[in-house]
């Protein structure tokens, strides 16, 4: 709990610095120091698995199997995103297509903003983008509550980058192996993804 505190508290500080000086946040610098400390943060969590040569062959032996975590979360994003069709003013396709980005605000706002139209774009973007703030929450929580595993669900695509330190802290070097090889399926089957989807015609 003492973590899901700690998040939560520097988000809502960080939003609030935001909103309340906007004109001493150079948005350049801050997303240098964001590559910096996102990158420092990853070569630790590579030490710390390269580390535990033993977890890696135990991630070995699971074989294609590791496959079936990347797969349940995409299923289950896209589950969860047509089911979001009956409480909004939107089509099966254009929820489906949303939920195809798992987390990947950037490159899924742009491909959705380019094939379909602005406005899904937008709303792609913050879709994604809350995905990846409530899994920084949820991540902890999980772990904690329910399951190691399952604590890999919330982050989606991100779980390659972002929100892998948060996992390797939470889990373990078992849990963080498969938790980045979920993230770069995840990363590659969104450029692939959304297009195809895209080009179904539903009922």
């Known amino acids: 709990m003492k973590m899901i505190g700690c998040i939560v508290a520097a988000v809502l500080a960080g939003i609030s ?3 309340l000086l906007p004109s001493v946040i150079n948005s350049q610098v801050l997303d240098n120091v964001i590559t910096y400390v996102l990158a420092a943060m990853l070569f630790g969590v590579g030490i710390s698995i ?6 890696l ?3 070995k032996a699971v074989g294609w199997r590791i496959l079936l975590v990347p797969l349940a979360i995409a299923a289950g994003s896209l589950l969860g995103a047509s089911i979001a069709s009956l409480f909004f003013n939107m089509s099966l396709k ?4 949303v939920g195809a980005g798992f987390g990947w605000y950037s490159l899924s706002s742009v491909l959705i903003t380019q094939l379909y139209n602005a406005e ?4 792609a ?3 994604n983008v809350f995905r990846e703030l409530m899994a920084f929450v949820l991540i902890p929580f999980l772990a904690i509550h329910v399951g190691k595993v399952v604590a890999i669900a919330p982050g ?3 779980t390659m980058d972002s929100t892998l330190p948060i996992i390797a802290k939470m889990t373990d070097t078992s849990t963080a192996m498969i938790a980045f090889v979920s993230g770069l399926i995840l990363t590659t089957l969104v450029p692939f993804l959304i297009p195809l989807l895209l080009t179904i015609h539903y009922g």
Request: glycine residues 16%; charged residues 20%.
């Open 120 to 123: 899904l774009g937008a709303i």
């Open 125 to 127: 973007f913050l879709a």
């Open 156 to 158: 989606g695509a991100t």
């Open 50 to 55: 390269g580390h535990n040569r033993r977890e």
């Open 17 to 19: 610095l935001g909103w």
């Open 94 to 97: 254009e929820v489906l297509v």
């Open 57 to 59: 062959v135990k991630i």
